[in-house]
């Protein structure tokens, strides 16, 4: 009996061995074995990225899904205005930003940040802090650079001393640095231009520390905009003669290339790729290694521009117009194809006009 009982345990055991052999015998794919015959489960659908399509965070399509699936359709856009507030994160997610009413900040195609965030004299944001100009309601007081977390529970101050009239902050890539067009204030009450000054934030106090002057030339030399890859800023310098655009290489202080015959402008942008330099208001973009012309959008956006960037994927550009109405002019946020081809309002029409300020965060 004992011998028999046995053989039937001996017999059981073979046959779960047996089993459990047959079920690891398939080919193997990500993330275990499955039986033979079969396939590997196909992963699901990517993250909607900034702009609602799925993809890298840039708002590409993403990939085709298993033989005979169509990719999922992209989320469609939320219309001009739509303010849906953000959900509360640490960072800023990546996209196209501008100054909205009530101080707040807008995502081009996502919702709306807090409006605890200043936007008075100008913006501009990293991966998890903005940077903004604050002037005093006293007009004889220093203005203030000012850093803040996305919640605004984190707020960093720098008074601007030796200079007044400062705006339009930008963010080095690595958010070490901010750079911004201001006056000397030795000279307030004189006929003085504007030239760029830069912050080190990581060594400036809340007092007592200098900005350092860029530039000194008798033209007015306004709106940085930082190359994503290097330590250089091109910005746009103009008199009544005209303007030009100018590449300079922050560490060693020297003009690297100088695009004359450009307009009077006062701002440019760059590509995200840093190849390409574009003057807003002249609408026309420039090789950052030549010079040369590489775009002409003249007649073809037909409104008045007065500021841009590129977009994420830097195959458009977001314009900053202007648009007369029955209550007076107002500002608007234009998408446009870098050819020209089509033209996109991406904010509700703002009246009075205001300063959006439309910055890219990579």
Not at 3 to 21: E, I, Q
Not at 86 to 108: I, K, M, R, W
Not at 234 to 243: E, N, P, R
Not at 319 to 326: D, I, N, P
């Amino acid at each position: 009996m004992t011998v028999k009982r046995s053989k039937v345990f001996l017999a059981s055991r073979l046959l779960a061995l047996a089993v459990m052999m047959a079920g690891c015998g398939g080919e193997e794919g990500a993330g275990g074995a499955f039986p033979a015959g079969t396939d590997a489960p196909s992963p699901g659908p990517l993250p909607a990225g900034p702009g609602g399509a799925t993809g890298a965070g840039n708002g590409t399509a993403g990939a085709s899904g298993p033989s005979g699936t169509p990719p999922p359709s992209p989320a469609p856009r939320p219309a001009p205005g739509s303010g849906d507030a953000l959900p509360d994160t640490e960072t800023f997610p990546s996209g196209v930003y501008y100054a909205a009413p009530g101080a707040a900040l807008t995502l081009v195609g996502a919702g709306t940040i807090p409006a605890h965030l200043g936007v008075e004299g100008g913006f501009d944001v990293g991966v998890a802090t903005y940077v903004t100009v604050e002037t005093p309601a006293a007009g004889d007081d220093p203005q203030r650079l000012v850093l803040a977390s996305r919640d605004g529970r984190m707020r960093r101050t720098i008074v601007l001393d030796g200079v007044f009239a400062a705006a339009r902050p930008a963010l080095s890539p690595d958010e070490s640095l901010v750079v911004f067009e201001a006056r000397a204030a030795a000279n307030r009450g004189m006929d003085e231009d504007f030239d760029l000054w830069s912050m080190d934030l990581t060594t400036a106090e809340g007092t007592g520390t200098m900005p350092k002057r860029l530039t000194s030339s008798p033209k007015n030399e306004r709106g940085a905009s930082w190359m994503a890859l290097t330590r250089r800023i091109a910005y746009a310098a103009s008199d009544a003669a005209g303007g030009e655009i100018h590449l300079y290489d922050v560490p060693s202080g020297k003009d690297l290339l100088t695009i004359p015959g450009v307009g009077k402008i006062a701002r440019v942008a760059v590509a995200p790729d840093d190849t390409e330099i574009f003057a807003p208001e002249a609408l026309r973009g420039y090789d950052a290694v030549s010079g040369a012309l590489t775009r002409d959008l003249t007649g073809k956006v037909t409104q008045p521009v007065v500021d841009g960037v590129y977009g994420m994927s830097g195959a458009e550009l977001f314009l900053e117009a202007r648009v007369s109405g029955v209550a007076g002019d107002a500002s608007v946020l234009l998408e446009v194809l870098l050819d020209g081809s089509k033209v996109t309002a991406v904010s509700p029409a703002l009246t009075p006009a205001q300063a959006l300020s439309p910055k890219r965060r990579p």
